[in-house]
């Protein structure tokens, strides 16, 4: 049967020594790591930013978006809550953190 399956015969080790480009390659793997890194971590950054100074711009008689959807109108503000009225005499109180966006003036017509 041995004329069915072809004989395997391991190949003489080549000479013991670094291999080539072993370097290069450990170099690669660093600058692709560092690029994907600040690809990452750099937009982020800047998106937090952004999001700290539109929080600190943050007045009564903005109309804001919470993170959840609700829209209403700053009536009051302190350093980290915020009274909001959402409907005609409806208030909730609000941490700051729960803004995601400022509305441009005159969205809110029913407030």
């Known amino acids: 049967?041995?004329?069915?399956i072809s004989t395997a015969y391991a190949a003489a080790?080549?000479?013991?020594?670094p291999q080539q480009g072993s370097a290069f390659g450990s170099i690669m793997l660093?600058?692709?790591?560092?690029?994907?890194l600040f690809?990452?971590?750099?937009?982020?950054n800047k998106r937090m930013k952004?999001?700290?100074?539109?929080?600190?711009?943050?007045?009564a008689g903005d109309e804001i978006m919470t993170s959840?959807?609700?829209?209403?109108?700053?009536?009051?503000?302190?350093d980290n809550f915020m009274?909001?009225?959402?409907?005609k005499d409806v208030?909730?109180?609000l941490q700051k953190n729960s803004i995601s966006a400022v509305l441009p003036k005159g969205t809110l017509k029913s407030l």
């Open 1 to 4: 049967m041995n004329f069915l």
């Open 13 to 17: 080790p080549a000479a013991a020594g």
């Open 30 to 36: 660093l600058v692709v790591l560092v690029a994907f």
């Open 39 to 44: 690809f990452m971590w750099h937009p982020q």
């Open 50 to 59: 952004q999001l700290k100074q539109m929080l600190a711009g943050l007045k």
């Open 68 to 78: 959840g959807g609700v829209a209403g109108k700053i009536t009051s503000i302190d």
């Open 83 to 87: 009274k909001v009225m959402i409907a």
């Open 91 to 93: 208030e909730v109180q």
